[in-house]
């Protein structure tokens, strides 16, 4: 999930350079950052993670709602590697088995999981949690396997700080969505997709949303960094343009 997470977010980077890239001006650039998107690509496929692809995906979506032609090269460059890809798999006679096992691994238990956590908030604890040091974990006799966490950080967000804790998150990303969109208006998406896809990518995997040692490691600064920039640079211009 970490190396996924890392190539998606890479990937997002260079797709968003090609799109502001002008190809009369700054061809050996434009090249330059379509290799970086199709490495970056590359390595996300190989993670066979689900929560990282969505957050590429998502990513896209967001420039092709905003950037629309300009993001053509790179839709482009990332259909013909995931093309090639599964194609290069398939010649080794591993490509079917790597998109069926995509697809056969369905929830991967998570829905269950969700459901367990779900199950112990009841009354205080659901409003106010069960507490920031709680381990949130699910032992082994529970599912037959030991669970590290509830691969959500929303879900661990309310596990450990109730609806209140899960609320002030909610306003934080709300806040940090609210000027990733001023900014993507105003020319600059780079922040509404990364936050967007990182939003969609930790619905369905990482640990806690505020501490740097939880499973995936990453789950604070792909929420938090991207809501800080967008927050500080609307912050910035208005100041500038007052």
């Known amino acids: 999930v970490l190396t996924g997470l890392l190539c998606a977010s890479g990937g997002l980077i260079a797709a968003w350079k090609v799109a502001g890239t002008d190809p009369a001006e700054s061809k050996p650039w434009r090249w330059f950052w379509l290799a970086m998107l199709v490495i970056n690509l590359l390595g996300l496929l190989a993670t066979q993670s689900r929560g990282p692809m969505l957050m590429f995906v998502v990513g896209i979506l967001v420039f092709v709602g905003i950037e629309r032609r300009r993001i053509i090269p790179a839709v482009v460059a990332s259909g013909l590697t995931v093309g090639a890809y599964f194609g290069l798999l398939t010649l080794a006679s591993a490509g079917q ?35 920031m040091a709680t381990t949130a974990t699910v032992a082994e006799e529970e599912f037959g396997w030991f669970i590290h966490h509830p691969h959500s950080v929303y879900l661990t967000q309310f596990y450990l700080t109730g609806l209140a804790g899960a609320f002030l998150l909610a306003v934080l990303l709300a806040s940090g969505l ?65």
Not at 184 to 195: D, M, N, Q, R, Y
Not at 196 to 215: N, Y
């Open 97 to 131: 088995e790597a998109a069926v096992d995509l697809l056969r691994r369905g929830s991967t238990g998570r829905l269950e999981i969700y459901g367990w956590f779900f199950k112990q908030m009841s009354g205080w604890e659901a409003l106010f949690g069960r507490g």
């Open 178 to 242: 609210l000027a990733a969109m001023k900014l993507a208006l105003a020319g600059e998406s780079l922040w509404l997709a990364l936050l967007a896809g990182a939003g969609a990518a930790l619905l369905i995997d990482g640990g806690h949303a505020f501490s740097v040692f939880s499973v995936a490691r990453l789950d604070v600064f792909l929420l938090a960094v991207p809501a800080a920039m967008a927050v500080g640079r609307v912050r910035g211009r208005e100041v500038r343009d007052p």
